[in-house]
């Protein structure tokens, strides 16, 4: 094979997977708020932002998520998660990539979910399963998206938790009530009236 069709033939890449369903996702995903304070990561040896799937696969994203970084090595993928010491991070990988960056990303702290985002399903499925953190293996943009949506809304319920129980942790508990006329404790059965 040789010139453009080799390109077209490249097996991993994630560029040209299902991107066609981009104008009825990306108007219906536009109507969530935005997620702040994430920051997703695709990373994939075949992005070419001059390639309209690409670019309408970063609009379904970007209809998410405002922070979408892009890099083509697992080796940048690291870095950028490495550098990152704010925001709450996803990954979108190519499966061929993430079969080699996922074990050198998985115990990241700031790192909250895993997207294989490929042509094939059932191949990245079977070492796929083994990554906690691995939030499924997809073969359509739309699919990862929705999945991201509902990954972030989670991490915005956690977040929430945390912080009513942060508040509440300098609470303290009014004292126990004492008994009052007509009332007597009687050690296990409880309050009995007499």
């Known amino acids: 094979m040789g010139g453009k069709n080799s390109k077209a033939?490249?097996?991993?890449?994630?560029?040209?997977?299902?991107?066609?369903?981009?104008?009825?996702?990306?108007a219906m995903l536009r109507r969530e708020p935005m997620a702040e304070n994430y920051l997703v990561i695709w990373?994939?040896?075949?992005?070419?932002?001059?390639n309209e799937d690409c670019k309408?696969?970063?609009?379904?994203?970007?209809?998410?998520?405002?922070?979408?970084?892009?890099c083509k090595t697992a080796e940048q993928c690291i870095q950028q998660l490495m550098d990152n010491q704010e925001e709450i991070s996803f990954v979108i990988s190519s499966g061929a990539l993430g079969q080699?960056?996922?074990?050198?990303?998985?115990?990241?702290?700031?790192?909250?979910?895993?997207?294989?985002?490929?042509g094939n399903k059932q191949r990245h499925q079977v070492w796929a399963q083994n990554w906690a953190k691995?939030?499924?293996?997809?073969?359509?943009i739309k699919n990862i998206c929705e999945k991201l949506a509902t990954a972030i809304k989670q991490?915005?319920?956690?977040?929430?938790?945390?912080?009513?129980v942060s508040v509440n942790a300098g609470v303290h508990a009014p004292?126990?009530?004492?008994?009052?006329?007509?009332?007597?404790?009687?050690?296990?059965k409880g309050t009995k009236y007499v």
């Open 100 to 118: 080699h960056l996922i074990p050198d990303i998985h115990d990241m702290a700031k790192l909250n979910g895993i997207f294989i985002f490929c």
């Open 175 to 188: 004292p126990p009530v004492e008994p009052t006329c007509g009332q007597c404790i009687d050690g296990n």
């Open 155 to 164: 991490c915005n319920q956690d977040h929430m938790s945390v912080s009513i």
């Open 43 to 50: 990373v994939d040896g075949n992005i070419d932002m001059a």
């Open 134 to 140: 691995i939030k499924g293996v997809h073969t359509s």
């Open 9 to 26: 033939a490249i097996a991993h890449s994630t560029t040209g997977a299902t991107a066609s369903t981009a104008a009825s996702s990306t």
């Open 56 to 70: 309408n696969t970063m609009e379904q994203l970007r209809a998410v998520v405002n922070q979408v970084n892009t």
